[in-house]
């Protein structure tokens, strides 16, 4: 059974920062991974993604203050998160997509960006 487990989110003032983790049980090095997030009464929306090759993607909001990066030998996957803003109030899910196993999704960690 593939495990993700997001960890990382709180409570944060607006300009704030966090750094989420998202650890897998199974090697990472091969795999896509996203960090997905979903505010209440929206749709699950992709964050940020990093291929096996190294290539980054980021969605218009957060590009300039989110980064996303991987320890392959560690098999977790990080976002960090600067000048958040209530906007970015959501929970945030792990997603990773394999070629041989399928994808899979974490628990998700709450991310709260309240003054």
């Known amino acids: 059974q593939v495990q993700l487990v997001e960890s990382g989110g709180g409570l944060v003032q607006p300009g704030g920062s966090l750094k989420l983790s998202c650890a897998a049980s199974?090697?990472?090095?091969?795999?896509?991974i996203g960090w997905y997030r979903q505010a209440p009464g929206k749709q699950r929306e992709l964050v940020a993604s990093?291929?096996?090759?190294?290539?980054?993607n980021y969605a218009d909001s957060v590009k300039g203050r989110f980064t996303i990066s991987r320890d392959n030998a560690k098999k977790i996957v990080y976002l960090s998160m600067n000048s958040l803003s209530p906007e970015d109030t959501a929970r945030y899910y792990c997603?990773?997509?394999?070629?041989?196993?399928?994808?899979?999704w974490g628990q998700g960690t709450q991310v709260t960006v309240s003054s």
């Open positions: 199974i090697s990472i090095f091969s795999n896509f």
């Open positions: 997603y990773l997509q394999t070629s041989l196993i399928g994808s899979y």
């Open positions: 990093i291929t096996s090759g190294g290539g980054t």
